[in-house]
């Protein structure tokens, strides 16, 4: 029964994000344990209290793409343009043209970028982020970014990932 319910609720969400949902099929079908444990991941993944949605939705695209994960790319589009971002700012960050984001959300952009390159040169930019958005602000986008690496790595793993190259990015006019 838990199975089915959580059938219907993947069938439901793959309508509502416009993207497969299959590799979390494939989960629930092989362990009914593993899936429920795997689910616990969205209530972090999508927190988001203060921070405001264009710059959370930055960070997350910038994330999923840095995973190269097409489908998660367009996953993360669709949620931004669920949540009223404006379309050029998801166009620019797709076109990894920051210059053409306001300047708040081009920190947050570049600060993603520096992260996903490890090459701890992050520390100016944290505080950018922190003064613009408070403490509160740099959490959520710590587990923004987080989530949005994670689950493309599970799917990648489990062989239901797909290259940005494959996947072309829809951004509404």
């Known amino acids: 029964m838990i199975r089915t319910l ?8 793959e309508r ?26 969205f209530p ?11 710059a959370y939705h930055v960070a997350r695209i910038v994330a999923a ?14 949620l931004g343009i669920r949540s009223k971002v404006e379309p050029g700012i998801l166009q620019a960050v797709i076109d990894r043209r920051p210059d053409q984001l306001p300047a708040n959300l ?7 970028e520096v992260l996903m390159e490890k090459t701890g040169a992050d520390n100016e930019l944290r505080e950018s982020v922190r003064q ?11 587990l923004a970014i987080g989530a949005s ?5 599970v799917k990648r793993t489990l062989g ?14």
Do not use: W
């Open 106 to 112: 081009r920190t947050v952009y570049e600060f993603v």
């Open 44 to 54: 972090i993944s999508d927190y988001r209290r203060g921070l405001p949605a264009d």
């Open 16 to 41: 509502e994000l416009g993207e497969s949902h299959d590799y979390m099929r494939h989960i629930l079908n092989t362990s009914l344990r593993a899936f429920l444990r795997f689910a616990k991941i």
């Open 160 to 173: 239901y990932g797909t290259a940005c190259s494959l996947v072309e990015v829809k951004v509404p006019d």
């Open 132 to 142: 613009e958005y408070g403490e509160e602000g740099l959490v959520e986008l710590a």
């Open 65 to 78: 793409r840095d995973e190269d994960c097409g489908t998660c790319v367009q996953v993360e589009v669709n």
């Open 149 to 153: 690496r994670f689950l493309p790595s």
């Open 6 to 13: 959580a059938g219907k609720r993947l069938d439901a969400a």
